[in-house]
């Protein structure tokens, strides 16, 4: 490692994308500034909100938790709750959420446990058990939106703020362009406008890369879960994961280049392809464009599968 750029220090990372070696103090404030810059063109905050914050116990969406904590600690009319989701997965989920829980009672922030026993009958765990060709994380994804989306509407929360960082956003900018999903693609977050039934999301970690966001929870002492959900080796998007960091290796910036790629084709796109009318599932009244929303469907599947 080098001095820093910005002061005699030694450095504690060089960053190839942009050049730059920064010992702790200045790589702090360097990702920090990055969040902060993010939320601002992410859409105002208006001064009297409730903003929610989607945590897991990992670093990125813990960093994000921290991050929140301190841009609005002077802003009195804002209001920050974390919202916890307990998918039912023994030996991990429970450590992971104790983590999230104490983590936000340390900042003084209130905190909710959704629990998808409680809210739908099924555990992950049983999902899983199913078998591969059921693809539980597609199961997961898309029960836990659902139920952040539930929950944060009831709370009448203006945003709800995710810990994607910008390995996840180039990887889902990427897949939904080999699948030729253009509708997905235009719902990506962050939404400055949304639906009706639907919170916008915020998205404040999405020009940090992973490896830098692990490196600021160290730095910072901010407690997180360091191990992957049991299920991430069925993931479909770790391909893109693959081709992603040999590209990043090959060209360092790629992963920025395809966020700014998506960023300046976004809105001709949107124009191109508006919101479909939503209608309410008839099940569970969440927005849904047919009859009855995908997680009502899929729940329908597994509960058949199991009972």
């Known amino acids: 490692m080098t001095s820093c750029h910005r002061c005699p220090e030694k450095s504690i990372i060089d960053i190839k994308y942009s050049g730059a070696s920064l010992c702790k103090k200045h790589f702090a404030e360097y990702v920090e500034r990055r969040v902060q810059k993010e939320i601002r063109l992410q859409g105002k905050v208006p001064a009297r ?14 960093s994000t938790l921290y991050i929140l904590s ?71 994804g898309v029960l836990r939106r659902n139920l952040l989306n539930r929950r944060a509407r009831e709370l009448n929360v203006e945003k709800i703020a995710f810990g994607h960082n910008l390995d996840d956003m180039s990887q889902s900018v990427l897949m939904n362009i080999v699948n030729g999903d253009v509708q997905r693609l235009v719902r990506l977050g962050p939404h400055k406008k949304t639906q009706a039934g639907l919170v916008p999301r915020m998205i404040p970690l999405r020009m940090v890369p992973e490896s830098e966001i692990k490196l600021y929870a160290d730095v910072m002492e901010i407690p997180y879960l360091d191990m992957h959900c049991p299920s991430r080796p069925r993931a479909h998007r ?41 209608n309410h599932c008839d099940k569970c009244g969440e927005p849904t464009m047919g009859e009855i929303c995908k997680a009502c469907e899929l729940l329908d599947k597994v509960r058949k599968a199991l009972y």
Not at 49 to 62: H, P
Not at 101 to 123: D, M, Q, T, V, W
Request: hydrophobic share 40%; net charge negative.
């Open 238 to 278: 770790l391909g893109f994961l693959e081709i992603i960091n040999q590209m990043e290796k090959e060209t360092p910036g790629t992963r920025h280049s395809i966020l700014s790629s998506y960023d300046q084709m976004i809105e001709p796109l949107r124009a191109h392809f508006p919101p479909a009318e939503l």
């Open 70 to 140: 301190q841009v609005f600690a002077n802003h009195q009319g804002v209001e920050l709750i974390t919202l916890i989701v307990d998918e039912g997965l023994v030996g991990y989920r429970e450590k992971s959420v104790k983590l999230a829980a104490e983590f936000s009672e340390k900042l003084g922030i209130p905190h909710e446990i959704l629990n998808f026993k409680e809210s739908f009958g099924i555990r992950m765990d049983e999902i899983i058990a199913l078998g591969d060709e059921w693809r539980p994380c597609t199961y997961c």
């Open 49 to 62: 909100a409730k903003l929610a914050i989607a945590v897991s116990g990992g670093k990125d969406s813990m």
